[in-house]
Each structure stands twice: as C-alpha cells, then as structure tokens.
C-alpha cells in the first residue's frame, strides 16, 4: 500500500454539497469479517488509483436483509430493506457499486418493489469497466503466467448471468485463465448461500466446500479467484482441509488486481 | 359401417371423454394453488417455450440423454400423424386413406418407420440405464416404488407401441405384396419390409390377423397410454409446453417481495401508516384456507408451482446437481417435487370422495422434512438443471417462511443471525459503531 486510503461518507459528501460518482455498498462481510475487510480496502486501493469519487454510508448502512429473507423471515428482510431504501433514497444515490454478490442481487432485484431502484454494478463488472476506460492501467505483474481458477458466485453467475466480467479482468493480469469443470451455468456453489453462512451444515457425507475446494485444486491452481466474501471464506477452509495453504492462494479478484498494479 | 368400426368410434368417444375428464381433475388440482398473475414480457414467455419445450434445448446440455430424448420426443410428434390416419381408417373401414398423397405418402411411412425403429432403441437404450447401468439418479431412494416402475412402464409401452406399429406395417406390405383384397399398394417400408421376412411362411389369412391385431393393439396402447399420463410422471409430455410458458423470467435468485409483508413493515416503521387490513380466507373445495405467511399446505403454494410439481417427469438432474445432495444431505430437489405433486394429489383424492376437503391433519411438512428444507443453498443449480424449467427453490422458500414466521421453527443459528440483524443491522455480533473500523486498520 503506497498511501493512505482516501475514504469519504455519503454524509460528508451531502454536508460539502458534493455528489460522488458511485456508492461503494462495503456490506456487513467487507465491514466486519478479517478476510474480507482485506478485500473491502483492496478495492478502495483500486478506486483511489482510479481517482473514483466514491462514498460509503458509513454507520448509516446496515445489513441488505438477504440471508433473513432466504431463511424465511420476511419481516424482517423488509424492515432492512425500507430503512436502506430510506437512507440510499434520501441521499438521492443513483449508482452502487458491491464487492458482495449477495448484497448485488438484493440492492438491484429485490430493492426495486420496495421503492429503491439504482444502477447497481458489482466490483468485477467496475474494475473491468475502469481497465476498459484506462482509467486504471493494471499489467500482469507478479501474476503473469501464474495458472488462476475462477469459482463463479451463485448470485453473481447464475442468479444475475454476469460470467465474463471477472474473466476478462483475470485476463488483463496476463494469468493462464483455469476453468473448473463446473463451471459458469453449471458452477457448483460454496455452500455458504441461502443464509448457510450463519449456520452449521445440515448433516451429510461431507461438506460443500471441501466438495468445491477439492474440485479446484485439481486443476493445479496458483490462485483460486473468488468474486464472493462467503465464498472466499469458503474455499479459503476447503484449502486448508486439504493443507494446501501453503502454495495455493484464495484471492478476490480486487485483491489479485490491487497486487498486480502495485496499489 | 361395420362392427368393428361402431366399436372403434366407442373406445375413441370414451377415452377421449375420460382424458377430458382426468385433465380437469389435474387443472383443478393445480388450481388448488394461490393466485399469482404471470402474464407479463408475452413475447418472451414464446421464445423461451419454443427454445426449451419445443426446442429441447436444456435436454442437450446431457448429450447422451438428450439426443435419445430428442428422437422419442420427434417420435412421439411425428409418428401421432399417423394416427390421424388410424383413426380415419377406424371409422371408414378404408385402408391407408392418405394414400392418395403419393410419393410425400411414402415418404411420411417411411420416415415414421424410421423414427418408430428410433425410439424402439432409444428407450430400449433407456430401460439399460435405468435397470442395468443403474445411473446414480435413477436408483435414488426417493424413486424406490412407484416411481421406479412407473418409468419402466412408460419406457415398456412405447417400445410395444413401436414394435405393433412396425409389425402392423410388415404384415400390411406382405399383403400389399400377395395382392391380397383391401390391401391396396401403398406407402413405403424401409424397416417393416426387412421384418416381413420373418413372415414369410404366413397365409393371407395370418398376415390379416397379424395386421388387424396389431392395429388394435397400437390403437387401444395410444388410447390407453393417453388416459395413463395423468396418473404419471409422463405427464410431462402435455404440461412441458405450458410450465415453461409460464416460468420465472427474473433474475434466478431473485425471491419475490410479499406485499402483504410491505403493508405490515411500512406501519410499524411508521405509525401513521394505517396496517393493512388482514386478507379474507380464501374458499377452495368447500374449506376455508387462512391466509397465511409461507407455505403449510399445497393451497398456500402458487398455482404455478403446483403446476410445476406435475411437469415433473423424475429425470433427477436437479438433485445430481444439487451441491446440498452431492455431499449426502438430505435434499432432493426432485423430491420436493414429487412430495408437492403427492400431497396435491392426496388432497384432490380427497375432494373427489367427500366432495369438499376436510383438514386431514396433515401438510406439505408431514412430507419434507425440516432437515430437507434448512440444507438448501438457494444455489438455483436445480433450476438451472431442470429440462422445464421447474423452480424448487420457491416451494422451499416458501416453506421456509412458514416454519420461521408462523411456527417460529429455524436453526439456533439463524436465530442467533436474526437477532444479531434485527439489534446491530448485521447477521453478526457487531453493532454499528465498529462498522467504519476497517478504515483504521
């Protein structure tokens, strides 16, 4: 990290008179969780280098409400959502960016019959879209030639059909770009969706994502590249169960990018 | 008009009344249902069916499979044309009526003999993947019983179907051969005149009985087949077209808003918002059904998935892609399914005894399991998977709903989440004030 991170509230924007260009949406895993805070600044590296006037909520953002809607509690998903749509209405936002494919789906499908409809982007649909523009000009770096495997999110892939976004982005890193064998349509999950993540697993052979996780290293990977908080933590686990942490890293893609720009 | 030809009129009259008769049962059963308006993005909803029904286009994803189902399905389309003329032939007592059509005639035969000997393999092929390959998703538990000899009975009456329409056409164009009276020269049989050798040794009066048994035989196998479909998984055939029709067009993990759910919230947020004023119970089959949050029962399930439940023909490639499944939880989206489809039908038993439906004690619930129901990832890989587009992540969301909002059922966990969302405005135990922590560290 070569300086310190540039971070504004939406309330400070509102208190200058200003209007960011994009709300980055940090989500409760990129707020609180120790792996995927690394991920959180990592991005925000990337928006600096960027020059990407962006804000964040702050205190003022609380949880999307996906995982008590996918675990049942409706009431509860809908006090979340209407007080988001107050807060993000309020401020007039109009574009969101998300490092959570969760917290995607929920802002940009289920937020619009509750009053809140914005562009919403996750941060390989941006990060690419910056590469496109110039605006971040990021070479292979330590990564280039380095054998990267892709594990498509759920609720990023099949849910919402964003597959090439992330892939072009591994590609601009000058990586061998490793496909798994389910993959896209076909990926199999990490097990952490449908609110799992806060749960034991129901009894079985085994777990999810050892499943997954043994499916990735096959492939013989430097890197394992997720787009997914839970399913960084995920795969991060299945490694280890297998005790391949060592030569075999899980990344998101912001932090494979960050590193390979030096940023 | 001859005997035979009253009795033909009778078996077609009656079969087609008793299929009429079925088909409203299945409709009124899937109308058991709760009301959901799908009638938006029309030209999509076309395309979609003409790509995935007509088209067969998720079938393929499985090569092997797909292309044997693709010449059953083009079998089971084209070779009914020839029905037509079966049923023509029935009621008039004439021989090939079609004939006269010339060489397109002969050239309609002898594809169908083609497809005929096509499907004849392909289900043959099938019957040795389902009882001595035993692919993993055909030997499941949840097909032990009926459901395992149902496809052997589906998959066994189309190879007879086949086998009396081609033997029909050997003794047929062995008669056409010995210039037997009635038996006028026409179509052609590339497959048929290879069998007919075996008839060789035949009399005319033989190859008649052959010809006229085998008619019979193919005639009253489609008649009975047709009135077969709506005790079975084969029912796919017809609800196919329709299910896909009316299938979720949204982004796949979307899960619907409850606007009932909106009302309540919107007051509590703000007590000036009068709460909405609570739904009259609905009437179905003489019971007054509550209006209830989620799924108990097969009345608190939309329509459409009740519709859903019927198209299912049991392939099961939703549970081998299903990762709750693959690693040995109990999860079976087919079963889900086929759970849905059971009660429905149990309770439209019902209906037709009593003539109106009486609690009987049991639900959806006393079929799926908690357990079942709380290893779903909500992944959509069944979704993605299903030939036909059936969306088992509703039902268990629906489900869900129940036990969480009218039964206060869940996993110690969740609830733990739920407080944690409800007090800090996240699933964990950290409240507001360490939210912009990450920016210190």
Redesign the interface.
């Known amino acids: 990290m070569s300086e310190a991170?540039q971070?504004r509230t939406m309330a400070e924007f509102a208190a200058a008179g200003e209007v960011p260009e994009v709300l980055f949406w940090?989500g409760?895993a990129?707020?609180?969780?120790d792996r995927a805070?690394k991920i959180?600044?990592a991005f925000v590296r990337i928006l600096n280098a960027a020059n990407v006037k962006f804000a964040i909520l702050?205190?003022e953002?609380?949880?999307t409400?996906d995982?008590?809607?996918?675990?049942?509690?409706?009431?509860?998903f809908?006090?979340?959502a209407?007080?988001n749509v107050t807060v993000l209405n309020g401020y007039g936002v109009k574009r969101i960016v998300t490092a959570c494919p969760h917290c995607f789906?929920t802002l940009?499908?289920?937020y619009p019959?509750?009053g809140g409809t914005y562009e919403v982007l996750h941060h390989t649909q941006f990060i690419n879209a910056l590469m496109k523009e110039g605006r971040i000009k990021v070479e292979g770096g330590s990564f280039k030639g380095k054998r990267i495997t892709f594990h498509d999110p759920?609720?990023l892939g099949?849910?919402?059909?964003e597959y090439e976004a992330p892939r072009e982005v591994l590609l601009k890193l000058d990586a061998a770009l490793v496909e798994l064998k389910r993959s896209k349509?076909?990926g199999?999950?990490c097990?952490?969706?449908?609110?799992?993540?806060?749960?034991?697993?129901?009894?079985?052979?085994?777990?999810?994502n050892?499943?997954?996780s043994e499916e990735a290293l096959g492939v013989e990977p430097n890197v394992i590249a997720a787009g997914c908080p839970f399913c960084n933590t995920m795969l991060t686990d299945g490694v280890k169960h297998f005790n391949r942490e060592g030569e075999v890293r899980v990344k998101d893609i912001a932090e494979l990018v960050a590193e390979a720009g030096d940023l | 008009m001859g005997i035979a030809s009253i009795v033909f009129i009778l078996l077609v009259g009656a079969s087609s009344w008793l299929f009429a008769r079925n088909i409203m049962r299945v409709r009124r059963n899937i109308l058991l249902g709760k009301e959901e308006v799908i009638d938006d993005r029309k030209g999509e909803r076309w395309a979609v069916m003409t790509r995935v029904a007509l088209g067969q286009s998720k079938m393929v994803v499985r090569p092997i499979a797909g292309f044997l189902h693709i010449i059953v399905y083009a079998g089971f389309v084209i070779i009914n044309i020839e029905v037509l003329e079966i049923i023509i032939d029935g009621i008039f007592g004439t021989h090939r009526v079609l004939s006269f059509m010339g060489g397109f005639y002969d050239f309609l035969i002898g594809s169908f003999e083609w497809l005929a000997l096509g499907v004849w393999v392909a289900c043959a092929i099938f019957l040795v993947r389902r009882n001595i390959i035993k692919l993993k998703r055909f030997i499941m538990k949840e097909l032990d019983g009926w459901p395992r000899t149902d496809a052997n009975l589906i998959l066994a009456t189309e190879i007879a179907l086949m086998t009396a329409f081609l033997l029909m056409n050997a003794a047929d164009w062995s008669l056409q051969q010995k210039g037997a009276e009635h038996y006028t020269v026409a179509g052609a049989f590339p497959v048929s005149s290879v069998l007919a050798g075996a008839l060789s040794n035949c009399s005319v009066a033989s190859l008649i009985a052959i010809e006229r048994i085998c008619w019979w035989f193919h005639i009253i196998g489609i008649l009975a087949f047709l009135n077969y479909l709506p005790y079975s998984k084969h029912l796919h055939i017809l609800l196919a077209f329709p299910n896909v029709w009316y299938s979720k067009l949204?982004?796949?993990?979307?899960?619907a808003?409850?606007e009932r759910?909106?009302g309540?919230?919107?007051s509590?947020?703000d007590p000036s918002v009068q709460p909405p004023a609570p739904a009259a119970p609905r009437t179905v089959a003489g019971h007054e059904v509550a209006d209830r949050?989620?799924a108990k029962d097969v009345f608190d399930l939309s329509w459409k998935s009740l519709m859903d439940a019927y198209s299912c023909t049991e392939c099961g490639r939703c549970t081998s892609?299903c990762?709750?499944n693959?690693?040995?939880?109990?999860?079976s989206p087919r079963k889900i399914m086929m759970d849905t489809r059971d009660r429905m039908e149990e309770v439209g038993k019902a209906i037709d005894t009593k003539g109106k439906w009486e609690d009987d004690g049991k639900s959806l619930h006393t079929r799926i399991t908690d357990?079942e129901l709380?290893?779903?990832?909500?992944?959509?890989?069944c979704t993605?998977a299903c030939p036909v587009n059936i969306d088992p992540v509703n039902i268990i969301?629906e489900m869900?709903?129940?036990?969480?909002?009218e039964e206060s059922k869940?996993?110690p966990?969740?609830t733990?989440?739920?407080n944690n969302?409800?007090n800090n405005?996240?699933?964990?135990a950290?409240g507001?004030?360490?939210?912009?922590?990450?920016?210190q560290?």
């Open positions: 991170l971070i940090v409760c990129g707020s609180f969780d805070k959180t600044k702050g205190q953002e609380t949880c409400g995982p008590a809607r996918r675990a049942g509690n409706e009431f509860l809908q006090m979340q209407l007080q789906n940009k499908n289920e019959p509750l759920c609720y099949r849910g919402n059909n349509q076909n199999l999950c097990g952490a969706g449908g609110a799992q993540m806060f749960k034991e697993a129901e009894p079985g052979k085994r777990e999810v050892v499943e997954r | 949204k982004p796949k993990t979307e899960i808003n409850m759910v909106t309540e919230v919107k509590m947020l949050f989620g892609e990762p709750a693959i690693t040995g939880k109990l999860l357990e709380w290893a779903c990832t909500t992944c959509n890989a993605q969301v869900r709903r129940y036990l969480v909002m869940t996993r966990a969740l733990s989440m739920f969302v409800e405005g996240a699933p964990w950290f507001p004030d360490k939210r912009l922590d990450w920016t560290q």
